[in-house]
T-cell receptor, first 116, second 113 residues
């Protein structure tokens, strides 16, 4: 597609339920990132994929969080037994292969998760 | 890891030039300086990147002194639509360090009529 697509754009869930957030990167982009942004805060790194492997998962806040990626395409971020502190905008970004680019990473518009 | 420091907020009026300065005292030789812009309810968007001296594109200019310990993003003749959060990142040529983008709180620029 033309950009990074995330779905759903908004999700309201009850505390304790599981949620799945989806990211469709730009076609051909090998690297994919998940970030979390709480209201009024900066971006917090969660996990990074290169292809379908995750060299860096160190940002996942707890074992309730997991992510997977199919090949060099869709990624799913799953949050189990959601808590109110999980409420945030979850952002996905992708970037092409190769060492050099003059346009950085491309972000999606995010999924706004509200846990009630 | 080069840490960046920038003002939390700035105010300006339409038509003025805005300069946002970022400090990065321990920038590494191989690091680039990258700026992103974020509007409400959107993900950050790359706006400009440089290594040294001056870079200009259709959106902004980036001034980097010889010691590279700081950089200044310059937005000419801002409009209301330039109201956004601006982030300064230091890292490889995509702005990442060890595969990550490190975003601080950024600078909230508010443009008034």
């Amino acid at each position: 597609g033309a950009g990074v697509s995330q779905s759903p754009s908004n999700k309201v869930t009850e505390k304790g339920k599981d949620v799945e957030l989806r990211c469709d990167p730009i076609s051909g982009h090998t690297a994919l990132y998940w970030y979390r942004q709480r209201l009024g805060q900066g971006l917090e790194f969660l996990i990074y994929f290169q292809g379908n492997s995750a060299p860096d998962k160190s940002g996942l806040p707890s074992d309730r969080f997991s992510a997977e990626r199919t090949g060099e395409s869709v990624s799913t971020l799953t949050i189990q037994r959601t808590q109110q502190e999980d409420s945030a905008v979850y952002l996905c970004a992708s970037s092409p292969p190769g060492a050099h680019t003059n346009y950085g990473y491309t972000f999606g518009s995010g999924t706004r998760l509200t846990v009630v | 890891l080069a840490k960046t420091t920038q003002p939390i907020s700035m105010d300006s009026y339409e038509g003025q030039e805005v300069n946002i300065t970022c400090s990065h005292n321990n920038i590494a030789t191989n690091d680039y300086i990258t700026w992103y812009q974020q509007f409400p309810s959107q993900g950050p968007r790359f706006i400009i990147q440089g290594y040294k001296t001056k870079v200009t594109n259709e959106v902004a200019s980036l001034f980097i002194p010889a010691d590279r310990k700081s950089s200044t993003l310059s937005l000419p003749r801002v409009s209301l639509s330039d109201t956004a959060v601006y982030y300064c990142l230091v890292g490889d040529d995509r702005g990442s360090t060890l595969g990550r983008l490190y975003f601080g709180r950024g600078t909230q620029l508010t443009v008034w009529p």
